[in-house]
C-alpha cells in the first residue's frame, strides 16, 4: 500500500483545469517539500514541479503545484489530450527515512 | 544535454545477485549539487526508491532494502551501479537511475529504465 494516497483515476475534457489529490501524513507532506511527475505510456517519470510549487525549466506553467496540511495538489490548466498520462506525488518520509511515492493517478483527456 | 542509460542482465535467477550500470554523458557525476538514485516500478509495488547516492560517495537506502543492496559510483568511467543480492520474483520491474534537480527527492533527470525480469 503506496505511503501517499492518490485517486486512482481522473479525467477532463479539452481546455479544462483538473486537479489531482494526493494525501500524506506530517512525517512526510505535513513536514516536507514534495514533488510531482508525469508518466506518459512506456515513457520515464518526468519532474513537473519541487519545492511544492516550482517547476523544473522547461516544463509548461498549466502544471501548477500547491499543498495544505499533509496534503498535496497538482492543478492541470488547458487540459491537452497529450496531458493523458500518470501523475504521481512524492515526498521524503522522515519517518521511514524514505523517498515516498503515491501509487498514481491516471488522466484521461476526454 | 544530461542523458542516463541503465544497463544489465534482463533476467535474472532466483536467489542470484542482480546487478545494473547506469552511463552518465554530459555531465560529471562528481558535482557536490547533485544525488544519483535508483528507484524500481511494477505493476504490483508502482514506484519504489531503492537508494541514492551523494558527493563523496554518501549512500542512502530504502530501509526495506537495505541489507540487499548496494549503491556505488566510479567517477572515472560515469557510472552509477546497483546490486540486488538474493533476488527474488518480487524484484521484477523496471529499474530507473535519475539525478536530482534541486533538492534531495526532486529527481529531474531519468533514464529510460530497463527490464529486470527474476524467474528460473
Redesign the interface.
Known amino acids: 500500500q ?1 505511503v501517499l494516497t492518490q485517486p486512482p483515476s481522473a479525467s477532463g475534457t479539452p481546455g479544462q483545469r483538473v486537479t489531482i489529490s494526493c494525501s500524506g501524513s506530517t512525517s512526510n507532506i505535513g513536514g ?4 510531482w ?1 508525469q508518466q506518459l505510456p512506456g ?5 513537473l514541479s ?2 511544492t510549487n ?1 517547476r ?1 525549466s522547461g516544463v509548461s506553467d498549466r502544471f501548477s503545484g500547491s499543498g495544505s496540511g499533509t496534503s498535496a495538489s497538482l492543478a492541470i490548466s488547458g487540459l491537452q489530450s497529450e496531458d493523458e498520462a500518470d501523475y ?1 506525488c ?3 518520509d522522515y519517518r ?6 503515491g ?2 493517478t491516471h488522466l484521461t483527456v476526454l | 544535454q544530461l542523458h542516463l542509460q541503465e544497463s544489465g542482465p534482463g533476467l535474472v535467477k532466483p536467489s542470484e545477485t542482480l546487478s545494473l550500470t547506469c552511463t552518465v554523458s554530459g555531465g560529471s557525476i562528481s558535482s557536490v549539487n547533485y544525488s544519483w ?1 535508483w528507484i524500481r516500478q511494477s505493476p504490483v509495488r ?4 531503492i537508494g ?1 547516492i551523494s558527493y563523496g560517495g554518501i549512500t ?1 537506502y ?3 532494502l537495505q541489507f540487499r543492496v548496494t549503491i556505488s559510483a566510479d567517477t572515472s568511467k560515469k557510472q552509477l551501479s546497483l546490486t540486488v543480492t538474493s533476488v527474488t520474483a518480487a524484484d521484477t520491474a523496471v529499474y ?1 537511475c ?1 539525478r536530482t ?8 533527470f ?4 530497463t527490464q529486470v525480469s527474476v524467474s528460473s
Open positions: 503506496p516536507n517539500t514534495f514533488s511527475y515513457s520515464a517519470p518526468k519532474l519541487y519545492g516550482q523544473p504521481y512524492a515526498a521524503w521511514l527515512t524514505a523517498i515516498v511515492f501509487g498514481g | 538514485g508502482g514506484l519504489e526508491w541514492t542512502s530504502n530501509p526495506s530507473y535519475a534537480y534541486s533538492g534531495f527527492a526532486d529527481l529531474g531519468w533514464g529510460p529504465g
